[in-house]
């Protein structure tokens, strides 16, 4: 044992002797990435200098470096005792076990294991075919474990559910891809052994989807010449490609007449031919998908008409005529006649019988015939052709040709022509002609016929204009200038003269006849004239009248007259003047003169005017409209009083208040008026402010003067605007709170009533009655009679005649009058208290012996046939009926008084013309302040 331990000492001895290699890194196993230069030291470390070598896998002594056999491994040698392995650019052929050695038998291995760099390779975009399965490839290069991870945008794919696969390392399977599945997904992938790598890459899916077209070019009409377009528009992804073809599968190309824009979305052709008819083709295609998207659309190319000119044609009245219409090229078309913008149908012409359009030629040719011309028809008519292609007109000219003639319409509205010695004066005829009239005029002096035309005498100018109005320019000398002039009017048709001659008789003026003159009305300071035009006016307009009126003053006859303009105005024969300015309580001598043009006539027969005595003024006229404008204001309007009454007007007043236009007879007082707001007497228009809006008013205004104060014209108005509905609620106007609280009363009172008549088998009233006043209860006639002096005493006995209320029906005998029971003392009123018998009193009284003789001589009373105890009562058993032992006498008649004479009714006011019913109730509740009446 112990020579055992002497030999393992000894070898260790001579081990340490020998020295040891060491590693850095130490291994057994060096993971490195290819990525990066290896490095590994070797280290001897003994007695003696040794320098370590090193072996590759292929047990090759690894070169020093700089020898150029390397192969990227080669040593270096930084001290004598450490050799350094440095591998460049490490390869896949690089791996495996490299030795470390020394001369003297010492080793060391190291493992070496290369990762090449984690990688991911991945198609983008990766495209694929919407609402199928897709498959997005993702592929790793790694020797490692390796766990994939996927996004969709932001959001993370986790694990595997019915819209992704994920369990396939190798790719993403996307189920159904859809358009909402277009975008960018981020595929990674992490070493879980090795050098624990990680990497990502985006790849973009694209779905795609089939063309369609979405609008698609229509059938398009064309006219040649012009352009048609067509537009295709289509959906799909990535977008569609559109392409045109034609019908033969020929491509169309941008051209000088093929313009195709906006990514072949329109196709402009332009310049359109005939030969351009056809179909044409829009296919839309999306990259890498087969399937395509067509739409045909129909092109046809119509030719416009070119409608034969219109020709000139002249035709005599009363001829027969036709006008053609047809086209020379271009597409079948529908031809019409238009006259004045209107069609003119095929056949007989409504307005005109000697008018037909008749087709011909199948419809290609269209003929307006007239059967018998009027002048009427001379004009234009239009030739109006249309298709499809577009359409065309020409126009022709029928001249009509016709003698002079009268144009009677203008020459009657010119009427008579009458002058005078020194007054220039024009003569006209108004001549229709065609063609275009030429004209002369003569004139007949006694047997003498001088043309006017012809003569040098400067009196008379003869001028003509193109309407064919001609005249003849003069001014009278002497009286035989006022004579009958003739115009001549002549044209040339077809070489024969045609002539016409038109008498016109010049008149002398004269002065017109005195008018007939009445007295209309008469105020205090005017009187108003009725004025009838003379019958004869001088031949003449009357143009004024002369008034004159006469007066006396201090003892002297006064003259004074004025000119008043002829009016015609009114649609009567007589016009109405007032004379103003004249003084009350006087009469006036009036006489009035016609004047026309030339001069003044006779004056008329003298009427006399009285004007009535002072007064206060008449009502002014209200002219303002009866709505305002304006929400818060009012502007009136009015004229001055037609008389004044005898003083000049010192002011206007002005009243206003609101009023209900349901109930227009309410009285308005005093109080609920406006003030009175005074306005100056030059004015004619007043401002009223503060208004509520679309509320009714009513407002008055008079005039005043030193005589009082006038009439009164009265307007209602109402302001703009809508009322404001009430925010909070309203109070009640006092009518309607007095109505309630009537009928609350009354309700009251019913109720009250049925209850006393459920209670006491009467109502309230009739319970009042019977107990206050002592009249009976319903069901019952009593009658009371007053007792004398007798045995039974004082007091009153009550006979009653029991009525059932069962049949309701009326007693036999007549009824007694009350006032007969009693005689000449009446029953006592309620009031007096009369005393009331109990039913005991009147079991007593109905007890005993008839009364005597002395109470009651009317009546013949029966007793009852039993008397019942006085200590035990009974039931009253009813009474016989009274009769009355006389007839009773009807109460004499009252005689009505002696009629008296009544006093003569005073004559009533004359009412004024300018004052309505209103007014005049205003002046009879105003009294005094309204003045006398006329």
């Given at each position: ?63 020093l470096a700089g020898t150029g056999v390397s192969g990227g491994v080669a040593v270096t040698h930084p001290t004598t005792t450490i050799t350094k392995l440095e591998i ?478 002829y009016k015609n105005e009114d649609d009567e024969d007589f016009e109405r003047y007032v004379i103003e300015g004249l003084d009350s309580e006087k009469p006036y001598k ?345």
């Amino acid at each position: 044992m112990d020579s055992l331990r002497i030999l393992l000492f000894a070898l260790a001895y001579v081990r340490l002797s020998y020295g040891a290699v060491s590693l850095a890194p130490q291994g057994p196993t060096l993971e490195k990435g290819m990525t990066e230069d290896i490095v590994i030291l070797c280290t001897y470390s003994g007695d003696d200098d040794l320098r370590p070598q090193w072996r590759d896998p292929q047990n090759n002594v690894v070169p020093l470096a700089g020898t150029g056999v390397s192969g990227g491994v080669a040593v270096t040698h930084p001290t004598t005792t450490i050799t350094k392995l440095e591998i460049t650019n490490p390869q896949e052929s690089h791996e495996g076990q490299y030795t470390c050695f020394t001369t003297d038998g010492e080793q060391k291995s190291i493992n070496l294991v290369l990762y090449p760099p984690l990688e991911l390779e991945a198609d983008s975009p990766q495209s694929f075919e919407i609402y199928r399965n897709a498959r997005v490839l993702c592929k790793v290069n790694s020797k490692a474990n390796v766990l994939y991870e996927w996004k969709f945008g932001e959001l993370a794919i986790a694990g595997t559910n019915a819209k992704y696969n994920i369990e396939h390392k190798e790719y993403l399977e996307i189920v159904n891809i859809s358009s909402q599945d277009d975008g960018t997904y981020e595929c990674s992938a992490t070493e879980t052994t090795g050098l624990v790598a990680s990497d990502s890459i985006d790849i973009r899916v694209e779905v795609l989807v089939p063309p369609k077209i979405t609008l698609g070019p229509e059938d398009f009409n064309g006219t040649e010449g012009k352009n048609a377009e067509f537009k295709c528009i289509a959906t799909g992804n990535p977008p569609p490609v559109l392409r045109w073809t034609t019908s033969g599968n020929q491509v169309i190309e941008s051209t000088d007449r093929f313009t195709i824009e906006d990514s072949g979305e329109k196709l402009i052709i332009n310049d359109l031919r005939k030969a351009d008819e056809g179909s044409y083709i829009c296919t839309a295609t999306v990259e890498k998908l087969t399937i395509t998207a067509q739409r045909v659309a129909t092109l046809r190319v119509f030719i416009p008409p070119v409608v034969q000119e219109g020709i000139e044609k002249s035709a005599l009245e009363n001829s027969r005529e036709t006008l053609s219409c047809n086209t020379v090229s271009g597409d079948k078309s529908e031809l019409t006649w238009r006259r004045f913008g209107e069609d003119m149908p095929v056949g007989v012409q409504p307005t005109a019988a000697d008018i037909e359009v008749q087709s011909l030629q199948d419809g290609s040719r269209l003929d307006l015939i007239f059967s018998s011309v009027k002048r009427s028809y001379n004009g234009s008519y239009e030739c109006f052709a249309k298709n499809a292609g577009g359409e065309a007109s020409a126009i022709s000219n029928l001249t009509v040709n016709f003698p002079p003639v009268i144009d009677k319409k203008r020459q009657d509205q010119q009427g008579a022509y009458t002058g005078w010695i020194g007054n220039e004066m024009t003569l006209t005829c108004y001549w229709l002609a065609n063609p275009p009239a030429q004209y002369y005029w003569v004139i007949k002096r006694n047997t003498q016929v001088t043309n006017l035309t012809d003569i040098s005498d400067p009196v008379f100018t003869v001028f003509s204009t193109a309407d064919g109005a001609s005249s003849v320019s003069f001014t009278p000398g002497k009286s035989e200038d006022f004579s009958v002039y003739t115009c001549y009017a002549y044209n040339v048709i077809d070489g024969v003269e045609q002539v016409a001659q038109h008498n016109i008789d010049f008149r002398s003026a004269g002065a017109p006849d005195a008018p007939n003159v009445e007295v209309d009305t008469n105020r205090p300071t005017s009187i108003t004239l009725r004025i009838e035009e003379p019958e004869y006016t001088g031949g003449l307009d009357i143009i004024s009248y002369n008034i004159t009126w006469k007066f006396e003053s201090r003892g002297e006859e006064v003259v004074k007259y004025e000119v008043f303009d002829y009016k015609n105005e009114d649609d009567e024969d007589f016009e109405r003047y007032v004379i103003e300015g004249l003084d009350s309580e006087k009469p006036y001598k009036i006489q009035v003169a016609a004047k026309n043009e030339y001069i003044l006539g006779e004056q008329s027969e003298e009427v006399i005017g009285r004007t009535l005595s002072s007064r206060p003024p008449y009502a002014p006229k209200i002219t303002s409209p009866q709505t305002s404008e304006s929400e818060t204001e009012y502007t009136l309007e009015w004229e001055e009083p037609a008389d004044n009454g005898g003083a000049e007007i010192e002011a206007y007043y002005i009243q206003y208040w609101e009023y209900d236009p349901n109930r227009p007879n309410e009285v308005i007082e005093n109080g609920d008026k406006s003030s009175v707001q005074k306005v100056d007497k030059v004015y004619r228009k007043h401002i009223i402010p503060e208004l509520e809006k679309a509320t009714d008013y009513k407002v008055e205004i008079w005039a005043s003067s030193t005589l009082g104060d006038g009439n009164r014209d009265i307007i209602a108005f109402k302001t703009a605007g809508k009322k404001n509905l009430p925010t909070e609620s309203v109070g009640l106007e006092k009518g309607t709170i007095i109505g309630i609280v009537i009928a609350a009363f009354l309700i009251v009172l019913i109720v009250v009533d049925i209850s006393c008549c459920i209670v006491n088998d009467c109502g309230m009233t009739m319970c009042l009655c019977v107990h206050c006043c002592g009249r009976q209860a319903p069901g019952t006639k009593a009658t009371e009679v007053e007792l004398g002096e007798g045995e039974a005493g004082k007091g009153k006995v009550t006979y009653s005649e029991i009525r059932e209320d069962g049949d309701g029906s009326a007693p036999s005998d007549p009824p007694v009058e009350k006032d007969k029971l009693i005689g000449s003392d009446m029953a006592p009123p309620c009031d007096e208290k009369t005393p009331m018998l109990s039913d005991q009193d009147t079991l007593e009284i109905n007890g005993t012996e008839p009364s005597p003789p002395g109470a009651g001589e009317d009546l013949k009373a029966e007793q009852p046939a039993e008397e019942a105890p006085v200590e035990t009562p009974a039931p009253v058993e009813p009474l016989a009926p009274v009769e009355p032992s006389a007839p009773v006498e009807p109460p004499a008649p009252v005689e009505p008084p002696a009629a008296t004479d009544p006093e003569p009714a005073e004559t009533p006011a004359e009412p004024q013309p300018d004052s309505t019913p209103e007014q005049n109730t205003t002046d009879e509740a105003k009294g005094s302040n309204q003045g006398p009446a006329e």
